[in-house]
């Protein structure tokens, strides 16, 4: 559970991208439209490789990630779809232009193949557990590798894809703290990347 709401809170990419599904697809709001024809041509030569930039257990998670933003089951991801996606995630009033961005990003339909390739482009070099670590270190401008737990506790339930007060729990649960009770991050990011006995 814990691993999987680290995923979801994309954010913490590690050039300060956000790599959550839906923000891979919104990542570029310039991108232009070309035509369908040329959109593919560049999908093929920009996907050859893809499959090999990941491993195979890596690449049937981001198939059930689509799978999941692919509510129709139609093997393209649409408007719709996302507009649906959000819903499921409680938020029901997304601006048309941030969907319209979204799809843009792909340069022409969405298949699995272009959805792959748009996360190899966002993930080429980083390092996730780096990632998450500078992440946290931006809330530690000391450099003691920790953060306030209130501080910490009150970001998770008011920012990007908020926790509930029950996750928050979950997660402190299993959050190495230090003596003054502050988030020994670094062993965080550890239980993150790697996992934790307990959970198993």
Do not use: W
């Amino acid at each position: 559970m814990l691993q999987e709401r680290a995923r979801e809170l994309g954010s913490l990419g590690g050039r300060g991208e956000d790599i959550s599904p839906p923000a891979v697809l919104q990542a570029s709001r310039k991108a232009g439209t070309r035509g369908k024809a040329a959109a593919t041509k560049q999908a093929q030569r920009g996907s050859s490789n893809v499959f090999s930039m990941f491993e195979q257990a890596q690449i049937q998670e981001f198939k059930e990630a689509f799978s999941c933003i692919d509510q129709n089951r139609d093997g393209i991801i649409c408007k719709s779809d996302l507009r649906e996606t959000y819903s499921q995630l409680g938020k029901v009033s997304i601006p048309e232009e941030e969907l319209d961005a979204m799809l843009q990003e792909g340069k022409g339909p969405i298949n699995f193949t272009v959805f792959l390739t748009l996360f190899g482009e966002k993930l080429n070099g980083t390092d996730p557990e780096e990632a998450i670590l500078s992440a946290f270190r931006m809330f530690d401008p000391s450099g003691k590798g920790v953060v306030n737990k209130d501080e910490f506790k009150q970001l998770l339930l008011t920012q990007a894809d908020k926790f509930s007060p029950a996750e928050v729990e979950q997660m402190f649960a299993l959050t190495p703290m230090d003596l003054a009770g502050d988030i020994d991050y670094k062993s965080l990011c550890y239980i993150i990347t790697h996992g934790d006995e307990k959970e198993e």
